[in-house]
């Protein structure tokens, strides 16, 4: 269930994509779902909380589940793997921060004072 709530991104999946690319399809993801959720009469959250919640619960699934596979195997590979894909959530979990200084350049144009 909780990793469940990235499934729309696997639509769109990118195989090759970087951090902030996986950053701006989390974020477009998460504020699509709730303008959905608005558009549905059910409560909207806009601040991005719910999607850095998202991220620490999914970081908490990535830490147990790579404590099993340390115990089933010692392949450097496999466990390299897990460690790579909890980067992008620990990423995700400070998507607020993330989104200022990283994307909000991006958007200048939509701004009121574009050269800010």
Same mark, same amino acid.
């Given at each position: 269930p909780i990793v469940g709530k990235l499934k729309p991104m696997g639509r769109f999946h990118l195989p090759f994509s970087d951090g902030l +690319?996986?950053?701006y399809r989390a974020i477009s993801m998460y504020l699509t779902a709730q303008f959905i959720r608005h558009l549905e009469g059910e409560?909207? +959250?806009w601040s991005l909380s719910g999607l850095e919640e998202i991220y620490r619960e999914i970081h908490s699934v990535n830490h147990?589940?790579?404590d099993r596979l340390r115990e089933a195997t010692n392949r /450097?590979?496999?466990l390299n793997g897990i460690a790579i894909l909890d980067a992008l959530a620990q990423m995700g979990g400070a998507a607020k921060a993330l989104a200022i200084g990283k994307l909000k350049p991006l958007f200048s144009m939509y701004l009121s004072d574009?050269? /800010?």
């Open positions: +690319e996986t950053l409560t909207a +959250e147990d589940f790579s /450097e590979s496999i574009p050269d /800010e």
